[in-house]
């Protein structure tokens, strides 16, 4: 089946649930060409979304079209669900006592090269005469991923598809969430409370809160200019400084009236003391990252953190001098 550019529409779409409203009046379009993320707070609606997209909830008013067909909900039809989109909870449900060929073969809907090559890809061939209740927390989701590909969807929305992961089982689910949009072509929608998970993998993010989608953009955008502080705290680490501070009364800022300036660690640099427009603070924690160290300075009974790649040539009360290193400023 051909998908269009705009293969997914969702118009004026409502769900209630236990009398409170989880989406609420919902429009937008997805791009068959972007890897899709939806973030927001837990309980903020983004899984009853996923669940309308998919047809496994009954719509109370809207619509949602998939490559120019409605989708029917829940109530509609005798087995809920979509039979080109499929959902994979973050539960990851497999039955117990089975072997995992089992499971698998029984659903399977792929050419016997299909089936082949997606276990390549999904490398699952060393588990697959285990029993699935004799799997690990990755490997179980691996499986239950596999067992959702077998059904040969055109969309799989992941929901909170990291939620259960350490960082290592998190890095090689997202080469095999790649590998399964790149060398499978599945459209992938992903859904998150944590956007650190899918900046790096996603091409539009779309902010949710209370039931809306309240900004969208690309993981760049909308990491350095978000509307508001929901949405700025959301995609990192972050603090707000007040337009009229002391603290940036000698350097080139622009200041606005009734605005905070956001600041990210990324955004300060340390500097040396005879340079014009720096902050001068004292290093009050050292917090170690591997890699790179962040540096807690205060200055103006303010806590700023910075990035530090050298942490062995700062240590915990030190005075430092620092800078706003941004051409462009966000305010909120």
């Known amino acids: 089946m051909e998908i269009n550019d705009d293969f997914l529409k969702i ?3 409502s769900k209630t649930i236990n009398g409170s409203l989880a989406v609420d009046d919902v429009n937008v379009s997805f791009s068959a060409q972007k890897k899709i993320a939806i973030v927001g707070e837990t309980g903020s609606g983004k899984s009853t979304l996923l669940k309308l997209i998919g047809g496994l909830e009954q719509l109370d008013s809207g619509s949602i079209w998939y490559n120019h067909k409605r989708v029917k909900g829940s109530l509609e039809q005798l087995i809920p669900g979509h039979p080109k989109i499929a959902y994979l909870s973050q539960h990851f ?17 792929l050419s016997e090269e299909e089936k082949e ?6 490398g699952i061939r060393p588990f697959l005469q285990r029993w699935t209740d004799e799997l690990s927390g990755g490997e179980r989701q691996r499986v239950a991923l596999v067992k959702t590909l077998l059904t040969a969807p055109e969309l799989l929305l992941l929901d909170e598809p990291f939620s259960n992961l350490d960082l290592y089982s998190k890095h090689k689910m997202t080469e095999l969430i790649n590998s399964i949009s790149n060398e499978l072509n599945v459209r992938i929608i992903m859904v998150s409370h944590d956007a650190s998970d899918v900046l790096a993998w996603a091409e539009e993010i779309y902010i949710f809160k209370n039931g809306k989608i309240i900004q969208s953009g690309t993981p760049e955008f909308l990491f350095h200019y978000p509307i508001n502080e929901y949405c700025a705290n959301l995609l990192g680490d972050c603090l707000f400084v007040e337009n009229g501070s002391p603290l940036f009364k ?9 605005k905070k300036i956001l600041l990210r660690a990324s ?3 340390i500097a040396e003391k005879n340079l014009e427009n720096t902050i001068v603070g004292t290093i009050t924690k050292i917090v170690f990252k591997g ?8 200055s103006f009974d303010t806590t700023f953190h910075m990035i530090c790649n050298d942490s062995g040539a700062n240590y915990v009360g030190k005075e430092i001098s620092f800078y706003f290193n941004r051409e462009n400023v966000c305010y909120i």
Not at 93 to 102: A, I, K, S, T
Not at 250 to 258: A, E, F, G, M, V
Request: hydrophobic share 40%.
């Open 11 to 13: 118009e004026a779409i």
């Open 93 to 109: 449900e497999l039955p117990n006592n089975y072997q995992v060929f089992d499971v698998l073969d029984f659903i399977n809907q």
């Open 117 to 122: 090559r997606l276990y390549d890809i999904c």
């Open 250 to 258: 000698s350097t080139i800022l622009d200041k606005q009236n009734n």
């Open 267 to 269: 955004y300060l640099t």
């Open 291 to 298: 890699n790179y160290s962040i540096l807690q300075v205060l």
